[in-house]
């Protein structure tokens, strides 16, 4: 792989897109890369991923403009297929997915770091939809995972000015949920991810999948999901170790972490 970086440590996965010279702009090279590595991660063994850019100023400074500039209209389709098919992949990923992200977010930066569960971002990172100023409309997804993430308010301003906002504003936002120094960043997500993949890999699972699917349906339908992927955990080696280690009367063998399986 020329262009993604793929390192785990125990059972967190570290995606990084690594393109430097061009802010680690998304060309179709970058999206096919990154499609193959996460049709390679091991959920067997990893249970939380981080997808971050490679050095210190931009996270992804959107999808590559040269590229597209020379687009033809059947070329643009298949380039936002494929770009949408991946960001689609990131979001519905069986384990949780956090983007760091590391500094510039924009554009097509913007949106996939909204196709990850949590953001998390350094005090440079700066966010916004600029596709207005370049005659597009954001195309991967973030006319509508801006809105559901910050509502269609905020998310309309966004848009319609193709204004970026720095780290401290995202936060107010809630487009990301906490800001830490750029040396800080990565350690506090690798800590966030361990504790992830410390809990029972079924239900953290079941929980994502009952949050993303239940977001799409009314609530008596989303009250259904979540009663389905709830009984799902039962009879689960990690609900009898989980149960177990709770009602365990011995208060040494209660403290101690009984490690949980992938069945
Ligand atoms: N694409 C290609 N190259 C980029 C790039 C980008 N998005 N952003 C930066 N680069 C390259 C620059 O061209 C420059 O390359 P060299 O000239 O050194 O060869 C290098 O990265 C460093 O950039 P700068 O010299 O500009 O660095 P500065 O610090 O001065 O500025 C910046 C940083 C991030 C403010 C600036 O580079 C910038 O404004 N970049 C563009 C940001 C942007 O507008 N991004 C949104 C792109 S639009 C679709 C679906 C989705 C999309 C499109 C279609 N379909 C469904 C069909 C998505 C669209 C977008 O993401």
Known sequence: ??????????????????????????????????????????????????????????????ADIGEMSTLTKAEGEAFGKKGNDVFRKLETFPIPVI?????FALGGGCEISMSCDIRICSDNAVFGQPEVGLGITPGFGGTQRLARLVGQGMAKQLIYTARNIKADEAYRIGLVNAVYPQEELLPATQKMAAGIAMNAPIAVRNCKKAINEGLQVDMDQA????????GDCFETEDQKAGMGNFLEKDKEKKLKHVPFQNK
């Open 1 to 62: 792989m020329e262009f993604i970086k793929y390192e785990t440590d125990g059972a967190v996965g570290t995606i990084t897109i690594s393109r430097e010279k061009a802010l680690n702009a998304l060309n179709s090279q970058v999206l096919e890369e990154l499609d193959q590595t996460l049709d390679n991660v091991d959920l067997d063994v990893i249970r939380c991923l981080i997808l971050t850019g490679a050095g210190d100023k931009s996270f992804v400074a959107g």
């Open 99 to 103: 983007a760091a992200v590391n500094g």
């Open 223 to 230: 009250i259904v999901i979540e009663e389905k992927l709830f």
